[in-house]
């Protein structure tokens, strides 16, 4: 099992950039396929970003490729997004999440946990 918690929200204008960080606890954090997604109001949870285990793929949602970029530590149990020229439709919470199976990252129902999220927030 292993417990997520996101940091590096918050309030930025458009064209701003934000770094967004989930730290792990728990184990083998390493084995573990790594996601971004991100839900605002009245809106479904969509994907954003993922990497592999050993970060040598990655993965984006269409509407961010090109400007934002996922990473991950595993010497330090952190799985990174990096988030460049924001939006106001960018504001969402964003939630990492991990998985075990390497496949299906795009799909929210196929990750194991779950962090409690992070909000960001881009004004226009």
């Known amino acids: 099992q292993v417990q997520l918690a996101e940091s590096g929200g918050g309030l930025v204008q458009a064209g701003g950039s934000l770094r967004l960080s989930c730290a792990a606890s728990g184990r083998a954090f390493s084995s573990y396929h790594m996601g971004w997604f991100r839900q605002a109001p009245g809106k479904e949870r969509e994907f954003v970003a993922a990497i592999t285990w050993n970060g040598r793929s990655t993965y984006y949602a269409d509407s961010v490729k090109g400007r934002f970029t996922i990473s991950r530590d595993n010497a330090k149990n952190t799985v990174y997004l990096q988030m460049n020229d924001l939006k106001p439709e960018n504001t969402a919470v964003y939630y990492c999440?991990?998985?075990?199976?390497?496949?299906?990252?795009?799909?929210?129902?196929?990750?194991?946990?779950w962090g409690q999220g992070t909000q960001v927030t881009v004004s226009s």
């Open positions: 999440a991990a998985k075990y199976y390497a496949d299906s990252y795009y799909y929210h129902e196929k990750y194991n946990y």
